[in-house]
């Protein structure tokens, strides 16, 4: 479902990023003849192979960065994936030497039977619009997201939240009526999946004023304080190994002793927490 949006290919992206569809065909072909045979090469090693080859040299900043930006292409349309970490080094390999049974990306409609039903698994009820932006930013023609909505059939039921039509899945659905609000503290961290899932512009999960609290500079995505649901503040922890923690002024009080038991969960967890710090911001 990735692919077929064909981001590489529009003009956005090309201007961005200062690549065009004839170099990234040429760029996955030379990454699937360097990874035949199932070898392993780090991103480093890659990049060097790739820009020691004629017309890929003015690429190399493209294929160095950080953000992996030109390679994502290359996974979405199966022709590499991560493969065994070495130490802190990630690894790039062909899945069709190191996948058993690889049988090629599959096509759109049959993706979306797997991807929407475990989307909303995790965050339903949630528009198809939301399960758009948390897959490619909302780059899926209007119509194609529909029809694969549509494709799934009595396997999903609609409802109304606020007075916004979703989905849930029909076998959750009674099960997701009978939830009751949450009064839980939860430190989650960074870049948690209880905010990308919904997305950080969804205004019930977090307010809208405190969107650029939450999803900062270069795309990070802090750790938050979730109470009753709602994302509340958030956190870091210092080098000296004190959970900073800045609740929203505005937020429902937050129970110390709750931050209090989620510092133990996050001391067991991490082995570096010494202390905790709580101050409104």
């Known amino acids: 479902m ?31 003849e360097l990874l035949d045979g199932g070898r392993s ?25 950080g953000w992996g930006t030109v390679l994502k292409p290359l996974a979405w349309t199966g022709r590499l994936c991560h493969g065994p970490g070495e130490g802190g080094r990630t690894t790039f390999v062909s899945p069709r030497s190191y996948v058993p049974g690889w049988k090629g990306v599959p096509e759109p409609e049959a993706a979306a039977q797997v991807a929407i039903p475990a989307y909303l698994r995790a965050h339903d009820p ?19 997201l529909r029809a694969r909505f549509a494709s799934l059939g009595g396997r999903l039921a609609e409802v109304e939240v606020d007075g916004e039509h979703a989905y849930v899945l029909a076998e959750d659905a ?19 999946q209880y905010v990308l899932g919904p997305g950080t512009a969804d205004a019930r999960v977090i307010a809208a004023g405190r969107r650029k609290a939450v999803s900062r500079t270069a795309g990070w995505i802090a750790p938050v304080v979730v109470h009753r649901g709602r994302v509340a503040g958030v956190w870091d922890l210092t080098d000296e190994g004190t959970v900073d923690v800045q609740l929203f002024e505005e937020s429902p009080e937050v129970p110390r002793d709750a931050l209090e038991s989620e510092l133990a969960h996050l001391a067991a967890c991490t082995g570096r927490v010494r202390g905790l710090s709580v101050r409104a911001v």
């Open 2 to 32: 990735l692919a077929a949006a064909r981001t590489w290919e529009k003009p956005v992206w090309q201007r961005n990023f200062g690549v065009s569809p004839r170099q990234m065909e040429a760029l996955g072909d030379a990454v699937e």
């Open 41 to 65: 090469l780090s991103r480093a090693e890659l990049a060097e192979a790739l820009v020691a080859r004629p017309g890929f040299g003015e690429l190399r900043d493209q294929l160095t960065s």
């Open 126 to 144: 949630a528009t198809a619009e939301a399960f758009d932006a948390w897959l490619i930013r909302g780059m899926t023609r209007k119509a194609d």
């Open 174 to 192: 009674e099960a997701v009526a009978r939830v009751r609000p949450s009064k839980e503290v939860r430190l989650l961290a960074a870049f948690d």
